[in-house]
């Protein structure tokens, strides 16, 4: 039986594709280099940003890769002010479920100064009692980052759920030893999900709470 569910955060919970899409393209253009396309950077969402900007940018150095997570920075938390809403009936859920007693945690590709800030903007902090970030473990899909959560939380692997839209969560939550759930609104196209043999598909975040109320998780 499931204790714990697992988040992505951009493209899972939050909708900040458009934002992100657009901050990495003004960073590009600001350190000089090519400016990617729009379903190039949709391809790189989930992953730490060093990782993210050396497929979008393969000929990219170290000081170019500072030069644009600094940039990329100002941008997204800064001067980008494209809306990055809830989705749908997330905060609704996320409370319903912890009160019926679900632990839950969130395992992102953002810094730890982006979720935090994101966290303070949305209210939801305390609804997880862990999370991790790419900067401060190892980028998805490595397991590291669920392996701390597990660890933290003292939930084995079998009794957690992975939730998020793009591969690279999927991927991460299969290593991991994890069951997983794929939502079909976020960055990738549910069709590159269904490789990964998600134990669920899910259109709208609501439908997570449903599918586990029939199977009595929270009985």
């Known amino acids: 039986m499931y204790k714990l569910l697992i988040f992505d955060w951009d493209g899972t919970v939050i909708d900040s594709t458009a934002r992100i899409i657009s901050s990495m393209q003004a960073a590009a253009d600001d350190c000089g280099f090519p400016v990617p396309a729009s379903s190039a950077v949709m391809n790189i969402i989930g992953l730490g940003l060093p990782e993210a900007i050396r497929l979008l940018i393969p000929a990219v150095d170290d000081a170019g890769i500072d030069q644009m997570r600094t940039q990329y920075g100002h941008h997204f938390l800064g001067v980008n002010e494209t809306p990055t809403p809830l989705f749908p009936g997330v905060q609704k859920t996320l409370e319903s479920m912890h009160a019926k007693g679900m632990r839950m945690a969130v395992a992102t590709g953002k810094s730890r100064r982006g979720l935090d800030r994101a966290f303070v903007q949305t209210g939801l902090a305390w609804l997880f009692e862990s999370s991790r970030c790419a900067d401060e473990t190892v980028s998805k899909p490595n397991p590291l980052m669920l392996e701390e959560i597990l660890a933290e939380t003292g ?52 439908e997570l709470e449903q599918w586990l109320d029939s199977k009595g998780v929270f009985a």
């Not at 690279?168 to 609104?185: E, H, K, T």
């Open 155 to 206: 939930v084995p692997a079998s009794e957690a759920l992975m939730i998020g839209d793009t591969e690279y969560d999927l991927d991460m939550g299969r290593r991991a030893g994890m069951d997983v759930i794929a939502v079909s609104y976020g960055a990738h196209h549910i069709d590159r999900l269904k490789g990964f043999n998600p134990v669920l598909e899910v259109d709208s975040f609501p």
